[in-house]
Structures are given as structure tokens and as C-alpha cells.
């Protein structure tokens, strides 16, 4: 039987200080006040890590107080003022208790299902955010000796790629430990408190003004009509499919270096081929997702960054390869333009559908964060290994929601050499073996694409003979 304990994390950072929250901490909290108590899976973030032979709890312990002095993000409790609005206050001092999870000697229970169970628990219970820290750690051990650190941390105080970060610093740290090194200094990056104050400065507010410029911009192209309804919803009616592929990874790098753009432009493109199949229009709403981390003092930054920006999405054209210069500008235009005030924003949008006279139509979201993965090492795969790839490729059906804010997301995760590609999409629109024939086609038309352009008529072909296969039983993960 697995053997549960706490221990105590102790941190002395050195200041407590308070400010109002940032453009990305303001959208998060705005998310998370429409839709809890119901949980949505990017509310918590959850990431594991093997702990190095040699190392005893005390040590993995020291090193999370290390990471918790280096991030203000992770000390910081965020309290609603008497007018419903959040603010955020970093602890100059604190305690964090941690979940010891020890597994006797001939215990058959796997590390593998500790760890599933532990994130599982973690990313399904919200956290309290005015009085709790927004990280919770969990030690598994195996007679007392560590094997895995996992931990949980709150969107509102770090992003997916703040998470990334957090782990790839654990494990600096518990790799100097073992080697009996100092621990190597934190990479230089703004606090979320200073950011706060930046953008409030002149500077800020440039990047705020031409954001929401932009905005009505995009807006004025805007078309009337939403994505249009094509069978009987579901029950959920929302679907969640997600293909994993080291074929797509392989060939979305290889059409990149043809199309000379980079991978997450030629996803984007694939993505917009896919949707013209279903959307008449030349233009259709979508919300490019940015990471927000393209000057330095933000690379390293562990706070929630990142904010979508609203786009006309053109999909006009004959071929996939048309359809890579529309995406080529339209992602530019969304990094120079993904910092801004969301709720100023928000009412631009809502002058401009009084304006008009109708509501905004609603389409989709895109946001890519396996591109910023770093590339394999070593020579270009053969694109003729890509049918072999293919072999390997899985899909599931991960979550399923009675109620999402928009009728479709495509969202691409993974490592280097495998893509993670997810369509959350409203079965109105995307029946459920339109979803998993989606999820094939980006596959297809990706190792097709390596070799030379594809045709729209092409791409209608390939979506049509992935979606008329039988659709596996969706489990039951609610």
C-alpha cells in the first residue's frame, strides 16, 4: 500500500509586495471567474520529472525552496478586492507543504499510475487562489528514496511554456545537487509585479494602443456569418480528439524548409485548407494564440504571458501553398500585436457589433507550442521513411465538455519528434469522425506537402476518405 505523508518547504525570498494583475494574469482570471466551479483542463498545469540516483527527500526538498525563491509567480497569492477584481501579492516569506507518496518494497503498484493519479488529482481541484500558492509538488518515493518529482501549478502563474521552464529549472537543480555543485544562477526575467508596472508605463501602453488598433482592423473584415451548423450536436456536444505523430512532426519540418516559413506557419496553413473544406467564405474569425516571449527580458519569464489575437484569417487560393503566404501574415501580425489590455479589448469588440449591428461571428483558435520545441539533432529524415513514421501514429479521444467558449481549437503540443495534435470541436459543426478525420488529414496532407504543394480539391479528397471510418468508443473522463 502506497504510504502518504507531508513535509514542509520553508522559503525566505526577502520582499512582499502587491500590484494590480498583468494584461496575460487579467485574461486568465476572467477564464477562470466564467467557468469555475467546473474545471477546464488548462486550469492547471501538470508536469513531471525523474529525480537523479543519489539524492535524499531533503535535497529534492532544498531545491524546490530554491525555485520557489527565484519565482515570484510561485509565492504569490491572489486575492478578489470587494468589487469582484483580482490583484496579485508576492510572500516575502512562507511554508508550502508537500505530498510524500512512498512505495514499499514489493509493492505492485507502478510508478507510471502513481504519477497519472497524482496529476490527475492535482489538475481536477481548483486551487484557492486568494489564500493558496498557486504550485503544488508531490515527492514519489520508493523506500524513502526519491524517484519522480511532479508538480501542479495554476495558469494564473505560468503558462505552458512558464510550466516548461519550471521543469527543465527542477531539473538543473537537482542535476547540480547530485554533482554536488553550486546551484547555477536564474536566467535574467522580468517579475510579473514589474511587468505589471511596465505595462502601465508609456512603453506599455504604446503596445496596448497599436494592439487594439489592429484589433479594429481585423474586426471591419470580420464576416457576417458564424462557422456554419452541419449535423446534430452530440451529447456533450463538445469533442476533444488528439493524434500523436512522429510522422507530422517530421513532415511539417520538411514542408517548412520547402515552403521556406517556419513549422508553425505551414500548421496554420494545413489548418486553414482544412477549414475551407467546411467554411464557404474567404475569410473566417480565428484567434492566433501568441506565447508572448519574443524579447528577452520575457523568454524565461514564469508568469501567465501568452494572449490570442483576433483575426481575419484569409483562405482564399487554389493551393496549401497559396494558403502559406495568407498564414505567413497573419502570425506576424498577431506576434507584433499579442500584448494588450484583454478587457479594452473586449469592449472595442462589443462597439463594433453594436455598430454593425449583429453579433461577431465566433470561429476558431490556433495555438501552436510545439514549434518553439527545440529541433532533433542530426542529419533531415528521408521523406520516404514518413509512410513508415505513419505506422506509429495513435489517437484518442482525451475530454469531452457540455459547453466551450468557440466552435473549434487546434492546439499542437508534444516533444521534438512528436507532435501532439488536439481539435476540441462543437459536433454541430465537427462530427466526431470529423474530428479524428481532421486530426488524420493534418497527418496527410503534412507528408504530402514535404514532397510538393497540394491542391485544395487535394485536401477536400484527403479529409473526406479520413472521415468516413468508424470512430473508436470515447471513455468517459468526467
Known sequence: MINQRSAEVTFHAGRSRTAHLTWGQQGTWDVLQRWLPEMKPFFVLTRWLPVPLLLEVDDVLAQISQLLQR?????TVFPAGPDGQGSQHVLGEGVVDIEVLDRPEGDPVSFADIVTDCLRRAGTRPFAHDTELPIRFSVATHEGIPVLLMFAVSHLAADHLGADLLAAELTTLLRARTDGDAPPPARPAVQPVDLAVFERSPDGQRLHVDALAHLRQQLRRLPVAPLPDRAAPATPRHWRGELASDAAA????????????????TLLAVTNALVRTFCAAPVYPLDIMQGNRAVPELRYAVTSLNQAVRTAMEVSGDTVGDLVGHARTAMAAAMRHARYDG???????????EAAGRPLAVGGQFNDRWSLQPRPTGPAPDPQALARLAETTTFDWPQKAAAEAMPLYVDASGTADRIHLSLMADTALLTPADVRGFLYAVEQIAME???DDVSLRRVTEIFDSHRLGDVPAH???R
Request: proline share 3%; no cysteine; hydrophobic share 45%.
Open 71 to 75: 519565482h515570484e509567480s510561485l509565492r
Open 449 to 451: 506537402l514535404a514532397r
Open 475 to 477: 471513455p468517459d473522463t
Open 343 to 353: 478587457r479594452a479589448a473586449g469592449q472595442v469588440a462589443r462597439a463594433a457589433a
Open 250 to 265: 517530421v513532415a511539417l519540418r520538411l514542408a517548412a524548409r520547402r515552403l521556406r516559413t517556419t513549422t508553425s506557419v
